[in-house]
């Protein structure tokens, strides 16, 4: 059974930080991309950063550039998502998903398998 655990969310004041795990099961973990997304209530779901299990490489969305830093640990299957400098605006639920073409940081329609979400709370 394929599962995606994500972990670490909370309350934190404005320019804190927090680091999200997202543990993976029942795939071969380094042939997909593992992405973070977020939905902040009354918006579309959103993509946040995205990884290639296979060779590192990442990609950010300007929203986070410079803040967020997406790692992986291929020996525990598992992807975080390190947010510093946190503001209001990134109170959301955030998600991990994986696919395996690569698009699904662009396309959230390609993704295969989605984690149920870690609330984050951005607020002074």
């Known amino acids: 059974e394929v599962q995606l655990v994500e972990s670490g969310g909370g309350l934190v004041q404005p320019g804190g930080s927090l680091r999200l795990s997202c543990a993976a099961s029942g795939f071969t973990f380094d042939d997909y991309y593992i992405g973070w997304f977020r939905q902040a209530p009354g918006k579309e779901r959103e993509g946040v950063s995205c990884?290639?299990?296979?060779?590192?490489?990442?990609y950010y969305f300007d929203s986070v550039k410079g803040r967020f830093t997406i790692s992986n640990d291929n020996a525990k299957n598992t992807v975080y998502l390190q947010m510093n400098s946190l503001k209001p605006e990134d109170t959301a639920v955030y998600y991990c998903a994986a696919e395996r073409s690569g698009y699904g940081c662009y396309d959230l329609s390609a993704n295969d398998y989605w984690g149920q979400g870690t609330q984050v709370t951005v607020s002074s």
């Open positions: 990884i290639n299990n296979s060779d590192g490489s990442t």
